[in-house]
């Protein structure tokens, strides 16, 4: 293989192998940007913004992922920071800002508390960088609507890590309903339990978790919620709210559960949806797909539902796979393209909006009727 390097010092054979995954970079800027096989292909230089328990996952990930150059982390706490950077060989900065003035970087992941993500992340962007910030995208919708214009006028990737949508178990599971495995849909349930996060304070259990579990019901649908109802509990959380449980309704007639909090001393994440051939369960954790068969549903799916009786049980293969890594794999790849991120700032936003209208509904004890606009957006 003929390699030759421009514009990067230094940088050569140890990594010609390396940038084979990437095979164009018409929306990179700087250097340096080699050719490899006759093709153009670039390192991405990537910086890591916080290095709390997010942040250190994001840095494991990226400094085994062929083709990128993990160049520099930033946190506002010196042991963090020091140790995230000695750990992984790379700069540390407090700021993010001296971060992006010196390092001349590609895509910048953003994995500190909520309420920094809208600064942040305009300031990498100011910068000329990508971008993935971490989930809820924001702290409320204004934020959120403006990193998404401030990205479009900047022709740069905003993308947000609504990280279920790489499970495997999920990808399957989406792949049998859009096939039409289940038939007609009746209910998307899901639960998401476990302890109180101490470190958590700056946004409530539906922010912070129930954006998954809205974020994939979006998703695994292709439908637009229309109503919603909640009651909420704040039990150890001072300021928000740490038990939600919800009642959605699409615009299809399916009905969503949720059933989340942080007061359960075990971790559970788990998905069904219910349809008239039978049951799907899933389970995030172990990424396992199960598949619960009705015997009495006509063969053609579209008789009258008339009985359920209980059928085979199949277990589905899924090759197991770090939902991160299919993550940040997936938002190199879109920057490296120039293509839409899978999950961008518009799904990102849908997600806040479902999950703050879910807050409003548990404070003010009302049914919420979604706006057009909101149903629009949740379509997407
Ligand atoms: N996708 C997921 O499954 C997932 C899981 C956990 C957390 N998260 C998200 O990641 C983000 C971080 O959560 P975490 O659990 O890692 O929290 P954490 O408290 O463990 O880490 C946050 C880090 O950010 C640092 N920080 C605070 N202000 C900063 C600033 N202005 N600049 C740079 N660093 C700053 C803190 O010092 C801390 O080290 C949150 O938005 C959270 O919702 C996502």
Same mark, same amino acid.
Do not use: H
């Given at each position: 293989m003929? =390699?030759?390097?421009?514009?990067?010092?230094? @940088?050569?054979?140890?990594?010609a192998y390396a940038i084979c995954l990437f095979t164009q970079v018409g929306s990179l800027r700087g250097p340096p940007y080699r050719f490899l096989g006759g093709q153009l292909a670039a390192m991405i230089r990537v910086g890591v913004v916080g290095a709390g328990v997010m942040g250190r996952n994001h840095l494991r990930v990226l400094s085994d992922i062929e083709g990128v150059e993990l160049?520099?982390?930033?946190?506002?706490?010196?042991?963090?920071?020091?140790?995230?950077?000695? @750990?992984?060989?790379?700069?540390?900065?407090?700021?993010?800002? =001296?971060? @992006?003035?010196?390092? %001349?970087? %590609?895509f910048v992941v953003i994995a500190a508390p909520t309420k920094f993500h809208h600064r942040l992340t305009l300031e990498a962007l100011e910068k000329g960088c990508h971008v993935l910030v971490e989930k809820p995208i924001a702290a409320d919708l204004a934020q959120a609507r403006q990193m998404i214009t401030v990205a479009q006028k900047q022709g740069l990737t905003l993308a947000v890590g609504q990280i279920e949508r790489f499970n495997p178990a999920v990808r399957e599971l989406k792949k049998h309903l859009d096939a039409g495995y289940l038939g007609r849909i009746f209910q998307i349930r899901a639960l998401r339990l476990g302890p109180f996060p101490a470190r958590i304070r700056d946004v409530g259990v539906v922010a912070d978790l129930a954006t998954h579990d809205l974020d994939v019901m979006t998703y695994l649908l292709g439908r637009p919620v229309v109503r919603m109802y909640s009651e909420t509990h704040r039990k150890i959380n001072t300021q928000h709210e740490d038990m939600v449980n919800a009642v959605l309704k699409f615009d299809d007639g399916v009905i969503g559960v949720l059933d989340v909090n942080w007061l359960t001393p075990t971790k559970v994440r788990q998905l069904n949806v219910l349809g008239e051939r039978g049951m799907f369960q899933l389970d995030y954790l172990t990424q396992e797909l199960l598949f619960f068969e009705n015997t009495e549903v006509p063969s053609n799916g579209n008789g009258a539902f008339t009985g359920v009786t209980e059928g085979n049980m199949t277990r589905f293969q899924i090759r197991q796979t770090e939902p991160l890594r299919a993550e940040l794999l997936s938002v190199l790849r879109s920057i490296s393209h120039g293509t839409p991120p899978e999950v961008d700032g518009d799904a990102g936003y849908n997600a806040l909006a479902l999950a703050l209208s879910l807050v409003s509904a548990g404070e003010e004890g009302r049914v919420i009727e979604l706006a057009d606009s909101l149903a629009a957006v949740s379509a997407r």
């Open positions: 003929t =390699e030759r390097t421009y514009g990067a010092p230094g @940088l050569s054979d140890p990594f160049v520099a982390v930033c946190d506002a706490d010196r042991s963090a920071v020091e140790s995230a950077a000695q @750990l992984r060989k790379i700069r540390g900065y407090l700021s993010s800002w =001296e971060m @992006l003035s010196r390092e %001349n970087l %590609n």
